[in-house]
């Protein structure tokens, strides 16, 4: 059992690994776009907007697509002070409470809500208001549920770990890594 929970954990760090090296892309892109435009704004004083649209459209993409990649290396906020000090299997123990009880709820709830947000923006082939603008919002308020579906599922990741930390079947390598 346990072989087959580490082969599916290995598989979802995988996954998250690669929407985390795309969103790198993604976030190179998004640098370049608004070095062009401030370029342009204040050389021959030209905006569009359609170009800052898509920025904030890909700023949201990075940052609700890389929210697993972000939980796989420990990169989101939490009370370090307190964590730091704490031994291994107390650590695996805040992780384990953190993701059965704030994570996961918290994500399953975003996945409701935002499906159904999205779902009602794809009928309406929903786009934006402003003359100029992207015709496409629809696709960027999908990717809500999608991220917070990455960033759930690199949290059961995360649990199992902790899970089997907790009834030591998993050992830190080093530094309090586990792998």
């Known amino acids: 059992m346990k072989a087959v929970v580490l082969?599916?954990?290995?598989?979802?760090?995988e996954a998250n690994e690669h929407v985390g090296r795309f969103t790198s892309w993604v976030s190179l892109a998004l640098v370049l776009m608004i070095f062009i435009e401030v370029i342009?704004?204040?050389?021959?004083?030209?905006?569009?907007?359609?170009?800052?649209?898509?920025?904030w459209h890909l700023?949201?993409?990075?940052f609700l697509v890389g929210g697993g990649y972000t939980l796989r290396h420990d990169?989101?906020?939490?009370?370090?002070?307190?964590?730091?000090?704490?031994?291994?299997k107390a650590r695996a123990w805040v992780d384990l409470f953190g993701v059965l009880?704030?994570?996961?709820?918290?994500?399953?709830?975003?996945?409701?809500?935002?499906t159904k947000f999205g779902y009602v923006s794809f009928m309406m082939k929903e786009g934006s208001p402003d003359p100029g603008g992207l015709p496409w919002r629809f696709l960027l308020k999908?990717?809500?549920a999608?991220?917070?579906?990455?960033m759930l599922v690199q949290g059961f990741s995360l649990g199992a770990h902790s899970l089997?930390?907790?009834l030591g079947l998993e050992a830190p390598t080093h530094e309090g890594e586990v792998r």
């Not at 342009?40 to 920025?55: G, K």
């Not at 990169?75 to 291994?88: A, K, S, T």
């Not at 999608?146 to 990455?150: M, Q």
């Open 7 to 13: 082969k599916l954990c290995d598989w979802i760090d």
């Open 40 to 55: 342009l704004r204040y050389t021959i004083n030209v905006s569009y907007v359609f170009a800052q649209e898509l920025e």
């Open 59 to 62: 700023f949201s993409f990075i």
């Open 75 to 88: 990169g989101h906020v939490r009370v370090d002070v307190i964590y730091q000090r704490l031994g291994f």
């Open 101 to 114: 009880f704030f994570l996961i709820p918290g994500c399953l709830l975003v996945i409701v809500t935002a």
């Open 142 to 144: 999908s990717t809500i």
């Open 146 to 150: 999608i991220g917070f579906f990455l």
């Open 164 to 166: 089997l930390r907790v």
